[in-house]
């Protein structure tokens, strides 16, 4: 049976790592694209859009809402490279600290 001492070291433990993950996310930049890759963002893992770069051939005023529906997905698909990279990172973390898969943290 674990006594409070052990169960305050292991809860000041895990929230040392949790904070060193949430640190470390603000420099992680994940990418997202699409169209085929005729539209492409980069987004930190703090939320941060970082770039959107677009592909000459799908600037054309007349498309207008094509474009703006590309940049709206290109942002999404970054947004979920971005939660998996969270997951990766928060379940190594988790790993390192010996707690279950299902362990729910604050984020």
């Keep these: 049976m674990l006594n409070i001492k052990d169960m305050m070291q292991r809860a000041q433990q895990m929230q040392f790592k949790l904070q060193e993950v949430q640190e470390k996310l603000k420099d992680i930049n ?3 694209e699409a169209g085929g890759g005729l539209v ?7 939320g941060i859009v970082q770039n959107i770069t677009l592909d000459p051939s799908v600037i054309n005023p007349a498309e207008r809402e094509t474009l703006e529906d590309l940049i709206v997905a290109a942002l999404n698909n ?5 939660e998996e990279r969270i997951k ?6 988790m790993d390192q600290l010996g707690l ?3 362990t729910k943290l604050p984020f």
């Design 30 to 32: 994940v990418e997202g």
């Design 40 to 46: 492409k963002t980069v987004l930190s893992c703090a």
């Design 78 to 82: 970054a947004n979920t490279a971005k």
């Design 88 to 93: 990766q990172e928060t379940q190594g973390m």
């Design 100 to 102: 279950p898969k299902d």
